[in-house]
């Protein structure tokens, strides 16, 4: 077994031998540094989606810039992770489905930062007895993340509504 084992391992590295050299050390730190940041992100939208608010609250640094004006709050405010869940899972608490979709992602590295912009929708599903059971949320998210302990964090949050469709008062009907 540890014969194949070594072969198959043997096999892989001369398979991507290639590939890896054609990689520049800086390339290949910004290959990791996005996929990083994507992953990251989508982590916040998956684990967001499942109301696990442990994982959520896993993707954020100690203290965050959360900006979502767009959506009427008055003012740009810093957040913990739990101040950012608990009011999540106090707006959310009633909707039975959530479905975040997000893509275009565009990410850029500063010298201690990484900042992400993307395009998102939101989608909310609460059955009830008017038959419009779904409110859509279509905007764009800037993100900067910073290191925290070794990993990367979300340490801004902006929303950009661009609009919401379906029932505005879905918990309500």
Same mark, same amino acid.
């Given at each position: 077994?540890?014969?194949?084992?070594? *072969?198959?391992?043997?096999?892989?590295?001369? *398979?991507?031998?290639?590939?890896?050299?054609? $990689?520049?050390? !800086?390339?290949?730190? /910004? *290959?990791?540094?996005?996929?990083?940041?994507?992953?990251?992100?989508? /982590?916040?939208?998956?684990?967001?989606?499942?109301?696990?608010?442990?994982?959520?609250?896993?993707?954020?640094?100690?203290?965050?810039?959360?900006?979502?004006?767009?959506?009427?709050?008055?003012?740009?405010?810093?957040?913990?992770?739990?101040?950012?869940?608990?009011?999540?899972?106090?707006?959310?608490?009633?909707?039975?489905?959530?479905?975040?979709?997000? +893509?275009?992602?565009?990410?850029?590295?500063?010298? /201690?930062?990484?900042?992400?912009? $993307?395009? +998102?929708?939101?989608?909310?599903?609460?059955?009830?007895?008017? +038959?419009?059971?779904?409110?859509?949320?279509?905007?764009?998210?800037?993100? !900067?993340?910073?290191? /925290?302990?070794?990993?990367?964090?979300?340490?801004?949050?902006?929303?950009?509504? !661009?609009?919401?469709? +379906?029932?505005?008062? *879905?918990?309500?009907?």
């Amino acid at each position: 077994m540890k014969r194949h084992t070594s *072969l198959l391992i043997l096999f892989l590295i001369l *398979l991507l031998l290639p590939a890896l050299q054609a $990689c520049s050390k !800086k390339e290949c730190t /910004q *290959l990791v540094n996005k996929e990083a940041a994507i992953n990251l992100i989508t /982590q916040l939208f998956l684990r967001t989606d499942d109301k696990d608010w442990k994982a959520v609250e896993a993707t954020f640094a100690d203290k965050v810039t959360f900006d979502v004006r767009s959506l009427g709050a008055k003012k740009v405010l810093t957040l913990t992770p739990k101040q950012i869940t608990a009011m999540w899972d106090t707006g959310l608490k009633k909707i039975k489905k959530i479905h975040h979709q997000v +893509g275009n992602f565009v990410v850029k590295k500063n010298r /201690q930062s990484i900042s992400v912009f $993307c395009y +998102g929708i939101a989608y909310h599903y609460l059955k009830n007895k008017t +038959g419009k059971n779904s409110r859509i949320f279509v905007g764009s998210y800037n993100f !900067k993340l910073k290191k /925290q302990s070794g990993k990367w964090r979300i340490s801004q949050f902006k929303f950009n509504l !661009k609009f919401i469709n +379906g029932n505005l008062n *879905l918990e309500k009907s």
